[in-house]
């Protein structure tokens, strides 16, 4: 479909380099595309920086990667090799997690983890494996994660449907596309997908090609900026590393039915209709299929993923319906939120061109705080309905409220009305709660809730049997915390977000946060090379000197 008016080129670079400057991210990479054409790409990074951005450049895309897995795997039932709705024992022999709400339905294979349930996250699988995860550099093979997987305990009822967000899940599936087709899977993915579709700069296990091009990136915390770390991971879940161009040819097979260019078929349009089915709930209007989240934009149906590893967070965007796609990536970790509102408002200028929707609203232009702000805001507030506590605190010339466990930055719209607008989360973020307002210097109205200045609450009311396993544990790269924060036990891990620890048996806790909601912390475990430390889930963290 031609647009009625050209794509406002320049008009989105200048809300791309808006986010740049205000939040001071390395650099932003972005591609627009149709089934035909590429409507608007480029490179754009801080002022004070000067890396030469190519064609050939590459970047760490994270978990877009289980979208290839999932047509990888896609490919196999439909030359009916795999049956998605078997136990995952049926190709893996000896799999057999413990499922402690077995025998709860009427139907028995309902309790089975199947590929279905995997790629869709509802097979109640824990979120990591005990090795090669997020925190591990030692690179086992599938194999290895997959026999360790096999002996781990669900933690969801995997008949219940619910999601629950799990990269081991992903390379379980990884595995049985090994074992069925007789490939690693890094060879299966080679021969399969990306070479059939042109992706001939893309690889899913580091090259000195793919290093000596990679584009630089940083992690962050509220104390400042700092170099990710580099080194892969298991191919299944997150490792693929790729080029903007092959990103666009990916883009356009897909809107295209699973079609490269030339008219090869790499996946049929009913798999892809399949895995663009939502499966389970949907939460807050996002639903998730096959290895792909499923929304809408400005009631488009949306299909697609975000990807954050180590200093990169990405985010693909499908309008199938409309034939529009779009792929940003930014070079400072965690930052989706601003990936994904670049991608919807770059989706909307294609729309408003064809006049087949509305241009994106203008970008809202907050004031500085001020020194009265500044000064009276800080301290701890409490919940006057639930009695939780959160703090509002500053750094450098910043306000954050630490709130959901993640430093949320302060913005005045008014003399009392603020926003959200920062880092983790800015405007167009799914975050529900985006909105504050001081009406005076000791209350806040968030959550739509009122919340009041209140005295720090004392850490020695804390059990006195948890002070020897306070402290730092994990690997350089990426040091996990325990402390008492508000008289509760936390778990701050990787870099920022804090999980509040709930008692549920000696040394056992249970995490509550953003990203390992439910996951079993224990204190004083002795790993396998007999060092002491903590569990989180199935991994093992040695306690820091």
């Known amino acids: 479909m031609t647009m009625s008016t050209p794509f406002p080129k320049e008009e989105f670079k200048a809300r791309i380099a808006f986010e740049v400057a205000d939040k001071q991210l390395p650099s932003i990479s972005y591609s627009l595309v149709d ?13 004070d920086l000067s890396h030469e951005f190519t064609d050939k450049t590459t970047f760490r895309i994270g978990s877009l990667s289980k979208m290839f897995t999932a047509i990888c795997l896609m490919q196999l039932a439909e030359r009916g090799l795999v049956d998605i709705d078997a136990d995952v024992s049926t190709y893996i022999p000896g799999f057999a997690p413990e499922n402690p709400f077995a025998g709860k339905n009427d139907h028995p294979d309902s309790d089975w983890v199947t590929l279905r349930k995997l790629m869709s996250h509802t097979a109640g699988m824990i979120r990591e494996p005990q090795s090669g995860h997020y925190l591990d550099d030692s690179l086992p093979s599938l194999e290895k ?118 008219g090869k078929s790499i996946i049929s349009p009913k798999s892809l209709n399949l895995m663009w089915t939502v499966i389970g709930h949907r939460r807050n209007g996002v639903g998730y299929g096959l290895n792909f989240s499923i929304s809408d934009l400005d009631g488009w ?31 400072l970790d965690a930052t989706n939120s601003i990936s994904v509102h670049l991608a919807d408002t770059g989706l909307r200028y294609a729309l408003a061109a064809r006049n087949t929707g509305a241009a994106p609203a203008l970008r809202h232009r907050y004031s500085e705080i001020s020194a009265t702000q500044f000064k009276s805001f800080p301290g701890v507030y409490e919940n006057l309905q639930s009695g939780e506590l959160v703090q509002v605190v500053k750094h450098g010339r910043n306000l954050y409220l630490l709130g959901d466990g993640m430093p949320l930055q302060i913005k005045p719209k008014s003399e009392t009305e603020f926003g959200i607008d920062g880092r983790l989360y800015s405007e167009g973020s799914l975050y529900d709660h985006l909105n504050l307002e001081f009406p005076d210097t000791d209350k806040m109205v968030w959550k739509k809730q009122e919340w009041r200045k209140t005295d720090p609450v004392e850490d020695s009311i804390i059990d006195p049997s948890i002070a020897p396993h306070l402290g730092e544990y994990g690997p350089d790269f990426n040091v996990t915390t325990l402390s008492v924060e508000n008289g509760k036990l936390t778990c701050l891990i990787e870099f920022f977000y804090a999980h509040v620890c709930e008692p549920i048996g000696e040394n056992q806790y249970k995490m509550q946060g953003t990203l390992y909601p439910d996951e079993a912390l224990e204190l004083g475990a002795i790993g396998d090379c007999g060092k002491s430390g903590i569990r989180i889930g199935p991994m093992f963290l040695a306690r820091r000197n």
């Open 301 to 331: 149906v949306s299909v697609g993923h975000g990807g954050a590893v180590y200093g990169f967070a990405s985010q693909f965007i499908l309008l199938p319906n409309a034939g529009l796609g779009a792929h940003v990536i930014s070079t």
């Open 145 to 262: 994660m997959i026999s360790e997987l096999g002996h781990s305990i669900l933690k969801l009822d995997p008949s219940k449907s619910v999601f629950s967000y799990s990269n081991a899940g992903i390379d379980i599936v990884g595995r049985v596309i090994e074992l069925v087709s007789g490939l690693s899977f890094p060879d299966y993915l080679n021969a399969n997908v990306l070479i059939p579709i042109g992706m001939n700069d893309t690889e899913i296990i580091s090259t000195p090609t793919i290093l000596e091009n990679l584009a630089p990136a940083n992690m962050w915390n509220l104390h400042g900026d700092l170099a990710a770390p580099v080194f892969d991971l298991p191919g299944p879940a997150g490792n693929i590393y790729s080029t903007m161009p092959d990103m666009e040819r990916f883009m356009t097979c897909l809107l295209r039915g699973g079609f490269s260019p030339q």
């Open 35 to 47: 089934r035909d054409t590429t409507l608007a790409s480029g490179y754009i990074q801080r002022d």
